[in-house]
């Protein structure tokens, strides 16, 4: 099954520096259907106005992962971790037994991040976090960027979690297989550009929840940047 959620249909919050849209429910945004899937529980579409950012907070037993789409963002944590992650690139942060990090937008333009948290298999690992390239000049497929699955080559970013997120860009008519072992689920949304997606259309900014489905032919009918995670159903 593969149930698109269209982007004017997400769950909303805005202030002063911070325009976000919620996938699934997060904050003062709840929906009993929109829980999460297996176990991905946040995809968070968030705009950063320039200067500004998320100051000092803690998280615990969550694996968060940063896309960022446009712009950069800073990070710092009480690990004494430091970065950059500039557009196309992602950032991973194990919360495990604790950790407080900050985020901000030190650009002169807003930065626009996807978001996502997972659920870990096991609480209390060791916190930590890490950062990587985005190889986009590979098209027509779609690259691991972080991945805790079984057997995972080691090129991406680890993942306390049996989970990957995978992105990739297509060109308008090209076409990419993407296969999910039984047991599997996935959630996709175009960055930029549309898609089909075994024959159902997403938008840009669209989330496509993919469940009970092994084979995955995902054509581009617009250029496309992709971000699909793969879990646990």
């Not at 969550?62 to 004494?80: F, P």
């Not at 970013?157 to 090209?174: E, F, K, Y």
């Not at 159902?200 to 009970?212: F, Y």
């Amino acid at each position: 099954m593969i149930d698109v959620q269209p982007f004017d249909r997400l769950g909303r919050f805005r202030n002063d520096w911070l325009n976000a849209r919620h996938h699934f429910s997060f904050g003062s945004y709840h929906d009993d259907r929109r829980m999460g899937v297996g176990r991905l529980r946040v995809w968070n579409d968030d705009e950063i106005a320039p200067g500004t950012g998320f100051d000092p907070h803690p998280h615990r037993d969550m694996e968060i992962i940063t896309y960022v789409r446009q712009g950069a963002i800073t990070h710092q944590d009480s690990l004494g971790n430091k970065g950059r992650t500039e557009a196309g690139d992602v950032q991973v942060m194990h919360a495990g037994t604790g950790i407080v990090h900050a985020e901000y937008n030190l650009e002169p333009t807003p930065t626009r991040i996807f978001q996502i948290w997972i659920m870990p298999d096991r609480q209390g690992v060791t916190p930590g976090w890490g950062a990587r390239a985005f190889p986009r000049e590979v098209e027509g497929t779609l690259t691991p960027l972080a991945d805790g699955r079984p057997g995972a080559d080691g090129t991406a970013l680890s993942l306390h979690a049996d989970a990957a997120v995978l992105a990739g860009t297509l060109r308008r008519g090209q076409t990419v297989h993407q296969t999910l072992r039984p047991g599997r689920a996935a959630y996709l949304v175009p960055a930029t550009g549309a898609v089909t997606v075994n024959g159902v259309a997403v938008s840009e900014r669209d989330g496509a929840a993919i469940t009970g489905e092994t084979a995955l032919e995902i054509t581009a009918t617009e250029d496309a940047e992709l971000v699909l995670v793969e879990v646990v159903a």
